[in-house]
Each structure stands twice: as structure tokens, then as C-alpha cells.
């Protein structure tokens, strides 16, 4: 088992920025691909970023590409998402997840393990 705690979500005006945070505890962390989705009211789970144990691989949804980063500390269990020039599109609630593969995964299925979600708000 893998428990994942999301943190750093906020209200933040459109242009500002937010850094999310996921601290990973159980099994052993860099043996896991991680992601960040979100979800919107009233619409779908999406795919927002992935990266692979080493971090040398990395992915967007075109939507976020140029102003998202993903990036991971496995000395520290933790995985994290700058967000800068943030738009009123972005606002929903974000989760980090764990991918007990080595590919990066686009899609919810492909997760094992979820966090509990953290909230961004981004007004106009």
C-alpha cells in the first residue's frame, strides 16, 4: 500500500502560481511512476502530468504544457507540480497518483493509488 497526502492548493488570481506537493508513505516511493490529474464540476478526471521513478521521463496535457512542471525527491517521498500562469480553467480539485509500472500512465485506470485531492481555485 501506498498512501499519498496532497498539499499547497489555494485561491490564486489568473497569471499567479501555486506549487502542489504529494508526500508519499508505505512501500518504497521511487519504485512508482507518479501523476497528477484533476477534475473539474461536473466533468471527467483528467491527466494533467506524469513522470517516470527516475524522473527522467516526463509528460503533459497539452492544456498545461509551458506553465506546469512536475518534478520528484524520492529522498524526500514527495512529488510536486509548479503551476505558474494559471487560468480560470485550471481550477478544479488536483490528485496525485501512483503507478505501480514503469510507463507513464494517461489515464485513471492506470493508477493504483490516489490522494485525497487538494482544491485550486484560480479567479479572473
Known amino acids: 500500500q501506498v498512501q499519498l497526502v496532497e498539499s499547497g492548493g489555494g485561491l490564486v488570481q489568473a497569471g499567479g502560481s501555486l506549487r502542489l506537493s504529494c508526500g508519499a508513505s508505505?512501500?518504497?516511493?521511487?519504485?512508482?511512476?507518479m501523476g497528477w490529474f484533476r477534475q473539474a464540476p461536473g466533468k471527467e478526471r483528467e491527466f494533467v502530468a506524469a513522470?517516470?521513478?527516475?524522473?527522467?521521463?516526463?509528460d503533459y496535457a497539452d492544456s498545461v504544457k509551458g506553465r506546469f512542471t512536475i518534478s520528484r525527491d524520492n529522498a524526500k517521498n514527495t512529488v510536486y507540480l509548479q503551476m505558474n500562469s494559471l487560468k480560470p480553467e485550471d481550477t478544479a480539485v488536483y490528485y496525485c497518483?501512483?503507478?505501480?509500472?514503469?510507463?507513464?500512465?494517461?489515464?485513471?485506470?492506470?493508477?493504483?493509488?490516489w490522494g485525497q485531492g487538494t482544491q485550486v481555485t484560480v479567479s479572473s
Open positions: 497518483a501512483a503507478r505501480r509500472a514503469s510507463g507513464l500512465g494517461y489515464v485513471p485506470l492506470e493508477y493504483n493509488y
Open positions: 508505505g512501500r518504497t516511493f521511487s519504485n512508482y511512476v
Open positions: 513522470i517516470t521513478w527516475s524522473g527522467g521521463r516526463t
